[in-house]
């Protein structure tokens, strides 16, 4: 699941399984995540990134990117459930 700023992306810190790849690559990578979502193509941004670090670099089925995704839209959900219209989030009794 990739929750970033555009500003963000440049400073994604790669977890140990990729420590084969090249600065280069992982630069060519961040680029085109920040490209994409620069231009507005976040769900784009999340395939090449589930594609790229979950499926290709730990090893994980497209099955279980597509779960891991699903579970972070309902958290989104339940986020945003728990808002006011002002932006604070409402007390629970």
């Not at 579970?71 to 986020?79: D, P, T, V």
């Not at 459930?81 to 009794?93: V, W």
């Given at each position: 699941?990739?929750?970033?700023?555009?500003?963000?992306?440049?400073?994604?810190?790669?977890?140990?399984?990729?420590?084969?790849?090249?600065?280069?690559?992982?630069?060519?990578?961040?680029?085109?995540?920040?490209?994409?979502?620069?231009?507005?193509?976040?769900?784009?941004?999340?395939?090449?990134?589930?594609?790229?670090?979950?499926?290709?670099?730990l090893?994980?089925?497209?099955?279980?990117?597509?779960?891991?995704?699903d579970?972070?839209?309902?958290?989104?959900?339940?986020?945003v459930?728990?808002?006011?219209?002002?932006?604070?989030?409402?007390?629970?009794?």
């Open positions: 699941m990739l929750k970033l700023e555009p500003r963000e992306a440049g400073q994604v810190i790669v977890p140990t399984p990729f420590a084969e790849w090249s600065e280069a690559s992982i630069a060519e990578l961040a680029g085109e995540v920040d490209r994409l979502i620069r231009e507005g193509w976040r769900e784009r941004a999340s395939d090449l990134v589930d594609r790229q670090l979950l499926e290709g670099g090893g994980l089925s497209a099955h279980e990117c597509q779960v891991l995704r579970a972070g839209e309902r958290l989104k959900s339940r986020r459930a728990g808002t006011h219209k002002s932006g604070k989030a409402r007390r629970r009794k």
